[in-house]
């Protein structure tokens, strides 16, 4: 399984991708690449050229594919690489108002499950690397007793689990299938509206 937040660098055929600032005052904070150690490595994608930087967070691999959050110059959104320059774009625009600020990046096989804010809440995505599908949390929404997603994600064989909160029930358990778009809470640990709030998750077995 994998993964709670992962910020740390990743290899990718055979390559290290990680995020780096070494040029600051030139490049910001960029995608850089190397072998398997972050001392050989090299600026691989300047997304947000000048000093400002991409800040590239949540780096994972899916399949054969890199993906992370990073700053283009319009907010960060889910970026994506399968290992060029010309491979690196912006997987999709969540926010066009703002920065939807994927976090909580969670792969299984090729798909990447992660929660953004599309302007209206944190909501749970999944992905293939070709735009991005709402899972819902539950499935009617908008109002003001919606159900927010909240990181962390965690994969244990075909469920994924994660926090949702909502007005009536607080900060709760909640879990959804592989490749389904619907959610259901897990249990209801501080009845009523206070917050259960699970931390801390570890799976145990395939």
């Known amino acids: 399984f994998s993964c709670l937040i992962h910020t740390g660098p990743v290899v990718l055929d055979d ?6 600032n070494l040029n600051s005052n030139i490049d910001g904070c960029e995608l850089w690449r190397g072998g398997r150690t972050e001392e050989s490595g090299a600026l691989f994608a300047d997304i947000q050229p000048g000093r400002e930087g991409s800040d590239p967070k949540f780096l994972i691999t ?3 594919t890199l993906y992370f959050s990073a700053d283009g110059g319009d907010g960060a959104e889910l970026w994506s ?20 600020a994927p976090v909580a990046l969670c792969a299984s096989n090729d798909t990447v499950y992660f929660v953004a804010d599309p302007g209206d809440g944190d909501r749970l995505y999944l992905t293939d690397g070709d735009g991005a599908e709402e899972i819902a949390l539950p499935a009617t929404r908008p109002g003001p007793d919606d159900i927010d997603a909240k990181p962390p994600i965690l994969r244990r064989g075909s469920v994924v689990y994660l926090l949702g909160r909502s007005a009536e029930e607080g900060v709760e358990l909640w879990t959804t299938e592989l490749e389904t778009t619907s959610a259901r809470r897990v249990t209801d640990l501080n009845a009523g509206s206070g917050d259960g709030v699970p931390a801390f998750f570890t799976a145990e077995g395939p």
């Open 15 to 20: 390559q290290l991708y990680f995020a780096e």
């Open 62 to 64: 899916a399949g054969d």
């Open 81 to 100: 690489s399968d290992g060029t320059s010309e491979g690196t774009l912006r997987v999709v625009d969540l926010n066009p108002d703002g920065a939807s």
